[in-house]
């Protein structure tokens, strides 16, 4: 990369290259594993590190490097609390529970979350919120994923499709699991129509194998076989 040279190198142009790694590193993670060292080296921003360390993790995470995801995370989190950034390290905090769930370490995560969205506002409460119910679900406790979730419903509009998405297919399955086949049906339909609609085929394909078992449990045969034959198209 490029250095954005001397008369760049304040703590707002610092800034801006931490929340530019952050925003690209899933999409494009070479490029924000190139912004974020540079930021390490010039910046004594606070902002700045929280935000390329994120940007860190999230690049290890595409890149299936747990370990390494972690760390960025944790030290995200260390970061900001020196620096008393409750909302940074909050969120923060929200994506170390990701790593710490991705490694099979639950209690951990539902502990993480737990502590961070008192300290979130606005959309990341809301995907903190989120990513709670979610963890609740998949740790087999769909009773509380659903308490977590069903609440959200209203407020998810703000989001991009792709978490509306996440949304709905999982709160699907908690409703699936919880002899609700109906009302799953209907939740994976949405996330269904979000994947069609954005071009998802791999996504679409897989919500369509979830609408299946949603009839299946719910007695209607026709309306699985009928989603078999759309895989099938």
Known sequence: MPSPGP???GPDRLRELGAEAEETASADPESARARAPWVFEHADDAVALVRSNRALGVVERTLKRAPEME?????????ANRAGL????AFSEVLLASAQQIGGRTPEALETLARAIPDLVGERRLL???????VRGQAGDY??????????????????PARRAIFHV???TCLLQTNRATEAIAAFDRALAIYEDVGERHLASNALH?????YAADGQVVGALRCFERIDA
């Open 210 to 214: 979830n609408l299946a078992r949603a």
């Open 170 to 172: 999982n709160r699907a």
């Open 71 to 79: 760390s960025a995370f944790r030290e995200a989190v260390a970061v």
């Open 86 to 89: 409750a909302e940074e390290r």
């Open 128 to 134: 903190a919120q989120i990513q709670l119910g979610i």
């Open 143 to 160: 009773t509380g994923g659903l308490a977590t979730l069903d609440p959200l419903a209203e407020q998810i509009a703000i989001l991009s």
């Open 7 to 9: 008369a760049s190198t």
